[in-house]
């Protein structure tokens, strides 16, 4: 019941979190990279006042915690202990982030900072995919992508009245014409098929 339960909270959290991840241009497979020694300094910074709570949630004992408090000294030294202590067992960028998302909630602002740094790590080791992401990014939005009025987006009352005029072959196919050409055959489909049923 108790893995049931922490099954759900996960696909919740990867719900609520995929919109921050498109929009920075990151997928699930970022979240999934551990966090090295050399990468503590800057998280710790980034995790909220309330480091003892997020401890709980990353599932870190109250005695370690409580060691941790005693021998950390200010709030960011016990920042950096809890994370040297985490990354001992394979702390990941996701456990991070599942943590500081269940101490609040999706818009939490360090969650965000952590999206932005793990972003930059991501550009420093691989330039490019960078370079990738960025030349998407430059390329104006095709005709084909924005939403289209077509005969099929209608009721299919409205589309039965609406016969498209096709398009003369495929040799006449270009990038501006091929989704009106696959909405004429999506019809002509769909027709074909409702004279199959009213037989």
């Known amino acids: 019941m108790e893995k049931q339960k922490e099954s759900e909270m996960k696909e919740n959290f990867y719900q609520k979190i995929k919109s921050q991840l498109l929009a920075k241009g990151l997928v699930v497979a970022d979240l999934q990279k551990n966090i090295r020694e050399e990468n503590v300094d800057a998280i710790a910074e980034l995790i909220g006042k309330d480091w003892y ?56 602002p360090s969650i965000n900072g952590v ?59 270009t990038p501006e014409t091929y989704a009106d050409h696959f909405f004429e055959m999506l019809w002509l489909e769909e027709n074909e098929h409702m004279k199959k049923l009213e037989e």
């Open 115 to 173: 999206l932005d740094y793990l972003l930059t790590q991501r550009e420093s080791e691989d330039p490019k995919s960078n370079e990738r992401q960025s030349s998407k990014q430059r390329r104006p939005r095709s005709k084909l992508l924005q939403q289209q009025d077509v005969p099929w987006q209608a009721i299919f009352e409205e589309r039965q009245l609406n016969q498209p005029k096709l398009t003369k072959s495929q040799g006449h196919l």
């Open 53 to 108: 709570t997020f401890g709980k949630y990353m599932k870190v004992e109250e005695s370690t915690l409580d060691h941790i408090k005693e021998v950390g000294g200010s709030k960011l030294g016990r920042k950096k202990k809890l994370l040297e202590y985490c990354i001992s067992k394979k702390l990941r960028y996701e456990d991070i982030i599942y943590g500081l998302y269940n101490s609040s909630d999706e818009h939490n």
